[in-house]
């Protein structure tokens, strides 16, 4: 993969192979995701403890500071500009804002939480790698480091390999590389993820066609957008320079910062009555307005950036604005062609006073936990009964779901002495929805089956009974492995032969 063609046709395949699990509904499991980004910290971290610990010397750290082989202005500038993109993706933590269960609270942190780790990790890999390969003076004079040849492209490698550790050396070489590998993959993953998000919202608000905001009715993804953007992003691959990939990275990064730190300026400035959770600290306050210190250093320090971008990267230069030259006016197009300003956000549509028609099922099946929102969905599936089908027949199934392990038989097991906590539990969970079917004139047929998997489970027994809609409640705090509603729930909603209603736990 180091060499061309290969590098590009695996970035190519890498790119598919992501915008098909997007576009098919079928993400990179948040736990993966969490215990790979863990383990790349903590290996990058091992890798501070163990230089700290068998490469540390001061007299070598003191010896690669020279003050008379300081690079030249224009160099620091350059490297300054490139650090830049090792802050690229600090974004995600936005674009992922709406999974948040508390955002006033647990954003804050991880952005705080992110920038510390970055800080520490960057400087301490920093301090080691030039322990592990410190400053000579080659043959012509000129002051050089491994770093710089045979590393430029893998300083975590070169650590690794100067480390004192005799037969660990390879092993370790493996896992940083699979590591890194890994780490890539999913951060291209919350890039596709994100720039779906966008697109959705872009075309919610009338700034891009509607067609890139189009949800695919089985997976809920924008599949157009995934689809065009993944496309644009194979053909920036195609030339094979990962130079002129980072400085285009950086050039756009840069420029999306510069202009959301003015936009929390000018918010402070236009909307201040605007609920706020969490405030940027150090504010001024200037004719009766707030004026965020940090976000306006923050304009000024990537604006900087981005025009030092300009000067020295030659190829983000031109392939940049470019860049943003095809998007404004496509912008402007777009909407000219839709009489739309450019700067106002088209109007929302009055509600319709159409009369929404009744809703009624005379067979409804409902999975039940003994949880509350179980018990709610009950009750709303009994108001959802016409008065001509209360009688004798019961017209709402009461479905509780056992799951066993593998080492039991699926079916056809005695629920009370295999597992009779779980039992007693379900038959305490059916009684109460019995009751409650009482209470509003419905009968209720309460049972309870074993199974491997309950989404299954229950998507069967709808064939089964020929019920007119499934009625699933979903709870607040769901697990990470979950996709959306939570694994059964999203199980039915894409297997189940039948109308499948949920609700969301209502507030404690």
Same mark, same amino acid.
């Not at 224009?74 to 802050?87: K, P, S, W």
């Not at 948040?100 to 992110?114: E, Q, V």
């Given at each position: ?212 905001? !189009? %949800? ?10 995934? #689809? =065009?953007? $993944?496309? +644009?992003? *194979?053909? @920036? ?47 001024? !306050? %200037? ?10 250093? #923050? =304009?000024? $320090?990537? +604006?900087? *950036?981005? @025009? ?201």
């Amino acid at each position: 993969m180091r060499r061309n063609p290969w590098d590009i046709i695996g970035g190519i395949a890498i790119i598919a192979i992501l915008c098909t699990l997007n576009i098919v509904g079928i993400r990179l499991a948040s736990m993966v995701n969490i215990f790979m980004a863990f383990a790349d910290l903590a290996i990058q971290v091992l890798l501070i403890v163990l230089g700290v610990v068998l490469l540390f010397n001061v007299h070598t750290f003191i010896s690669n500071i020279s003050w008379e082989a300081l690079p030249t202005g224009g160099n620091i500038i350059y490297g300054f500009t490139l650090a830049m993109v090792a802050y690229a993706g600090i974004e995600t933590i936005s674009n992922m804002a709406e999974e948040t269960k508390n955002p006033s609270h647990g954003i804050p942190r991880a952005a705080g939480g992110l920038v510390a780790a970055l800080l520490i990790v960057y400087l301490g890999i920093t301090i080691i790698s030039m322990e592990a390969m410190p400053v000579y003076q080659d043959a012509s004079g000129s002051y050089t480091t491994a770093l710089a040849d045979e590393y430029s492209g893998d300083p975590i490698l070169g650590i690794v390999d100067n480390l004192p550790i005799g037969f660990l050396i390879e092993p370790l070489r493996i896992v940083v590389g699979i590591l890194a590998a890994t780490i890539l993959i999913i951060a291209a993953n919350a890039g596709i993820i994100g720039i779906s998000r966008m697109q959705y919202s872009l075309a919610t608000h009338g700034q891009v066609p509607q067609i890139l905001g !189009r %949800l695919s009715s089985r997976t809920l993804m924008p599949v157009v957008a995934i #689809a =065009v953007f $993944g496309a +644009l992003a *194979a053909l @920036v691959v195609v030339p094979g320079e990962g130079q002129i990939l980072a400085d285009m990275y950086a050039y756009g990064v840069l420029l999306a910062f510069t202009v959301a730190h003015l936009s929390i300026i000018a918010l402070r400035w236009r909307r201040p009555d605007l609920e706020r959770p969490f405030k940027v600290p150090l504010t001024l !306050r %200037l004719g009766g307005h707030e004026v965020p210190i940090l976000a306006v250093l #923050a =304009v000024l $320090g990537t +604006l900087f *950036a981005w @025009v030092m971008i300009l000067i020295y990267h030659i190829e983000a230069r031109y392939v940049g604005t470019a860049w943003m030259v095809i998007g404004i006016v496509g912008y402007v197009l777009y909407r000219r062609h839709q009489g739309l300003s450019l700067t106002e956000a088209p109007e929302e549509a009055a509600p319709t006073t159409q009369e929404v028609p009744k809703v009624e099922y005379a067979d409804i099946l409902v999975p039940v936990t003994g949880s509350r929102v179980s018990e709610e969905m009950i009750a709303t599936a009994a108001k959802l009964v016409p008065d001509s089908e209360r009688g004798e027949k019961p017209v709402i199934h009461a479905l509780d779901v056992i799951e066993v392990p593998e080492n039991l038989p699926p079916h056809n097991i005695n629920l009370e002495e295999v597992v009779p906590e779980k039992y007693k539990q379900a038959q305490e969970a059916l009684d109460e929805a019995c009751q409650i079917g009482e209470v509003h004139g419905v009968k209720v047929e309460g049972y309870t089956i074993s199974a491997r998997n309950a989404g299954r489970a229950i998507v069967e027994e709808a064939q089964r009974l020929g019920v007119e809609v499934v009625m699933m409640g979903v709870p607040r705090k769901r697990s990470l492995r979950d996709q959306i509603f939570g694994s059964n729930v999203d199980y039915v909603l894409k297997h189940c032969p039948c109308k499948v209603h949920i609700t969301l736990e209502p507030e404690s």
